[in-house]
């Protein structure tokens, strides 16, 4: 799997570009937040990937924040939700935005995305509901919702994944100085925190 890209920006036509790496070019599909943010042609370009594998093609998705790729795989994961309409969820609105929407059951809010019926937006709200509070609590232990791949995040979602609770996480996290340390050691200085 390709999960980034780091190359030159070699053309953009929304919602496609191209990114050339090692002489190599990319296609790449983009919602509009991710490519109204890409620098000129020719420039330096970091984006993080989602491949999709079928049967008839394999399609790479770009997006300029790991927030914007969390919800995009997390939307694929809804019926009736593929890519295309991933895209235009997150060309529609911030990631902040639909994460609010769906807490509040904001399904009129939903329906203005193309694409999506009222059925669709009733779905979306029912099925995503978990899945942004799970968000939500990630993003309010680890301060940022742009955290990637850090030792401190990675950390994060192994102790929730264990059954912490997201305060509970905060709280033995602030303990311990994470800074230089792996997500191992993190987590077995936090649960030793937990045994004394």
């Known amino acids: 799997m390709i999960g980034s ?62 927030s914007e790729r969390h919800l995009f795989r997390s939307l694929l994961k809804v019926s009736g939700v593929g890519a295309k309409m991933g895209l235009a969820i997150l060309s529609a609105m911030t990631v902040a935005d639909f994460e609010r929407y769906v807490r509040l059951e904001d399904s009129a809010m939903l329906v203005k995305i193309p694409g999506v019926g009222k059925k669709t937006a009733d779905r979306l709200i029912i099925e995503m509901r978990d899945k942004v509070d799970k968000a939500s609590a990630h993003i309010a232990v680890t301060g940022s919702a742009r955290v990637s791949g850090d030792s401190r995040s990675e950390a994060v979602d192994a102790l929730i994944s264990l059954g912490y609770k997201p305060a509970e996480v905060k709280h033995l996290l602030a303990q311990i100085d994470t800074k230089e340390k792996s997500a191992e050691d993190i987590i077995r200085l936090a649960l030793r925190q937990v045994v004394n």
């Open 5 to 66: 890209l780091r190359g030159r920006l070699a053309a953009k036509q929304a919602p496609g570009i191209i990114v050339e790496c090692a002489g190599i070019g990319y296609a790449v599909e983009t919602p509009m937040s991710t490519f109204l943010e890409l620098p000129a042609i020719g420039s330096e370009v970091f984006i993080h990937t989602h491949m999709l594998v079928r049967d008839d093609a394999h399609l790479l998705f770009g997006f300029s924040t790991e």
